[in-house]
């Protein structure tokens, strides 16, 4: 096996490279397996070879994160960044509250911060893998450069948490980094830990679809990591959250520009049917938008959890905003809301507390993402169409959790199979909707110009004309 060169150089980090010949040692030998897994499970075609205009982490500091040039993806320095020590920082939450925050993994906590270590480390490449053939679609050089955006910083997102393995796992944590270059998302024999990452995403609406309510659930899980007493992950998450806005702007934005477009045509038919006019229809949207949104929220676990209360209690995995949004950091008082079904109906039960974080997680994930739902309405209201989307109730549609026993309409009403099997095609993707975007996916490259059935960008990258060059084929 060839070994990598490993140094601060081509590593750009704040983690003391340099200065940690074993970390070094750990990372030369994962490096050559990482850049395999890349070629052969990034972005397919001659893409590897193309000048990319990407932004580049240099450094933690305001100047060097943001660095802006023409790189060939392979080459892309995937550096390792902590946000800066905070002195004195202590446990925020839970048994070990304002006890000193831990430097290194506490040895009764170690096979519990692994595990969640390894799960939010696996969904990294695992996006990588589902997008890997959208470039050959593209809607714009724009949009493929914010794919390319993307994969590249999941890329580095899951040297984040190889980083965290190597440094504080030993043997088992370099075993645990090979192996997550070893699952397929969408692998019967090998597949991704969680099941929205196992889903195809196969064409763009599909994948602004996923970046807007899939990476959303990455924005809330790492907040909660964020708020760890193991001091490497929290720093670590902080710094994996700035890009995350990306992400989730690459999502939001696209959306709303596949929906600006749809009531253009809408206004040009003389049905209203963006459809026909080669668009994508309003409520083919609302059935991606059911899809997506129903398995991202599966993501947060069950609505009563036994691990997120051991998480908790630990002082593992917290709230999103722990320190700023709580008073009570201990949470063993109180009890939580929910509705569960008991024989045949939904009925309020009371939760403990420290059971329910995986819900109350769920809570600010669902509020954050009715704000996305209101911006996209403004777009479809300003344009004069009358049609609103709306969000789904948390139960519909569950495959993990309370609910996923049970057949809910997007309203969140208990319903028999029978209903569910003759409206499904209305809530859900269908073949239809599937065969259409198969029609739409033809890649466009010459800069400035854009598919027929998305809208261009207000403004380009980085205060970059629209019409820029972002992708030299
Ligand atoms: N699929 O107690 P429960 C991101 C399992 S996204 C399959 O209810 P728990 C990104 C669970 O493992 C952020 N299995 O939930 C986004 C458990 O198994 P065992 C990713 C599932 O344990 C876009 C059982 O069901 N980060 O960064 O509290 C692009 C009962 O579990 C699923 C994290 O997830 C599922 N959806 O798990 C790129 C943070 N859900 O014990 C990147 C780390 C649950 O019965 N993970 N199960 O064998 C965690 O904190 C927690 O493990 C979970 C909830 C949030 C996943
Ligand atoms: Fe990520
Ligand atoms: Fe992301």
Not at 22 to 46: D, F, H
Not at 148 to 161: C, D, K, P, S, Y
Not at 437 to 465: D, M, N, S
């Amino acid at each position: 096996m060839t070994q990598a060169i490993v140094n601060s150089e081509k590593i750009p980090n704040n983690v003391n490279l340099s200065g940690d010949p074993k970390l070094q040692r750990a990372l030369e030998k994962w490096l050559p397996n990482y850049l395999e897994w890349w070629n052969e499970m990034g972005p397919e075609g001659t893409y590897q070879n193309a000048d990319i205009y990407l932004r580049t982490a240099v450094d933690v500091g305001s100047e060097g994160w943001a660095h802006f040039d023409y790189v060939k993806m392979p080459d892309y320095r995937w550096g390792i960044f902590l946000e800066p020590a905070q002195e004195g920082r202590t446990v925020g939450f839970g048994d070990h509250a304002n006890e000193p925050a831990w430097q290194q993994v506490p040895g009764e906590y170690r096979n519990m911060l692994r595990r969640i270590i390894v799960t939010q480390g696996d969904t990294e490449p695992a996006s990588v893998e589902q997008q890997r053939l959208l470039a050959n679609s593209a809607p714009s050089g724009y949009d493929m450069r914010n794919l390319f955006q993307v994969n590249v910083e999941e890329g580095r997102h899951l040297w984040a948490m190889v980083y965290l393995l190597h440094s504080h796992f030993g043997r088992d944590g370099r075993e645990e980094a090979e192996a997550l270059l070893e699952r397929r998302s969408g692998n019967a024999d090998k597949p991704r830990i969680l099941g929205a990452f196992n889903e195809p995403v196969d064409n763009w609406l599909d994948f602004f679809m996923f970046t807007t309510f899939t990476d959303r659930d990455g924005k809330f899980q790492l907040l909660s990591l964020a708020e760890s007493g193991f001091d490497p992950l929290a720093r670590t998450c902080g710094f994996m959250l700035t890009e995350e806005a990306h992400h989730m702007f690459v999502g939001e934005s696209g959306i709303g520009r596949i929906i600006e477009r749809a009531c253009e045509l809408m206004k040009l038919d003389k049905n209203e049917d963006a459809k026909a006019q080669g668009g994508i229809s309003l409520d083919q949207i609302q059935r991606a938008l059911n899809f997506w949104f129903s398995v991202s929220e599966d993501l947060f676990g069950g609505e009563v959890s036994s691990n997120a209360a051991n998480y908790f209690a630990s002082g593992i995995k917290g709230r999103a905003y722990e320190r700023k949004k709580y008073q009570d950091h201990l949470a063993l008082d109180g009890t939580y809301k929910m509705k569960l079904v008991k024989e045949g109906k939904l009925v309020e039960e009371d939760v403990s507390l420290r059971n329910a974080m995986n819900e109350i997680l769920r809570d600010d994930y669902i509020e954050d993402t009715e704000r996305v739902i209101t911006r996209w309405n403004k777009t479809i209201e300003e344009s004069g169409v009358k049609y609103e989307l709306t969000l789904p109730s948390r139960r519909f549609h569950r495959q993990v959790g309370a609910y996923s026993e049970h057949k809910f309409d997007p309203q969140g009403n208990l319903i028999d199979e029978a209903t569910w099997n003759a409206k499904r095609d209305t809530w859900l993707p269908t073949r239809k909707d599937l065969d259409h975007l198969r029609t739409l996916q033809t890649r466009v490259t010459e800069p400035g110009k854009f598919a027929h059935w998305i809208a261009p960008p207000r403004v380009g990258i980085k205060g970059r004309p629209v019409e820029f060059e972002y992708v030299r084929l």
